[in-house]
């Protein structure tokens, strides 16, 4: 496809179990970044990927949450042992080559933690 | 002080009404800046770019003020499809921070 496409789309889980969340960036693009929204509220950057660089992990809330990108494509976002404060949505975004271009987003990954 | 911080509102206008959202951030060295729009339970697309001599794109103009730190855009003749929530956004050098946003209403 042409855009950013992530999954799943719906993500109901139980507190304490594991999350693993997917995007797929749009061909060629090299920065992705990863936030998260809580209903009615804005979005929190998470964690932002540029090329071979090491990540900028300055957002992550907790060592619960990790990401990685393999090839400089795929990105997932896990979450361990889910807490009910974890439920938001989850959205990625790329670009096509770093923090002053336009961010193309994916229709994001509503997590809930029952 | 919070990285970005913008005016939550609501701002509830009439068509054809004038309105200006102001932005404000923390980090002086930060170099580029975005306005984004975002629709209810919709992902946010970007609606201009801010330059330093300010910019405009029809009916919305966006300026930036470096030396208070903020930035701010104009929305001219507001019609019923601007309705949505407002993202300021600006590269704080190691990531594109979002504001929280804010919300404007256009009633008929």
């Known amino acids: 496809g042409a855009g950013v496409s992530q999954s799943p789309s719906n993500k109901v889980t139980e507190k304490g179990k594991d999350v693993e969340l997917r995007c797929d960036p749009i061909?060629?693009?090299?920065?992705l970044y990863w936030y998260r929204q809580s209903l009615g509220q804005g979005l929190e950057f998470l964690i932002y990927f540029q090329g071979n660089s090491a990540p900028d992990k300055s957002g992550l809330p907790s060592d619960r949450f990790s990401a990685e990108r393999t090839g400089g494509s795929v990105s997932t976002l896990t979450i361990q042992r889910t807490q009910q404060e974890d439920s938001a949505v989850y959205l990625c975004a790329s670009s096509r080559t770093g923090k002053d271009e336009k961010l193309f987003f994916g229709s994001g990954t509503q997590l809930s933690v029952l | 002080r919070k990285e970005v911080e913008q005016d939550p509102g609501p701002f509830n206008v009439p068509e054809g009404a004038t309105v200006a959202f102001n932005c404000t951030y923390s980090n002086s060295a930060s170099q580029s800046f975005f306005w984004y729009r975002q629709d209810c339970r919709k992902e946010p697309k970007l609606l201009m770019s801010v330059y330093s001599s300010g910019n405009e794109d029809g009916r919305f103009t966006a300026q930036l003020n470096r030396a208070s730190q903020y930035i701010s855009l104009l929305i001219r003749d507001s019609k019923l499809s601007d309705s949505a929530t407002y993202l300021c956004v600006v590269n704080m050098g190691t990531a594109l921070i979002f504001g929280k946003g804010t919300t404007l209403s256009v009633s008929s």
């Open positions: 061909s060629g693009h090299t920065a």
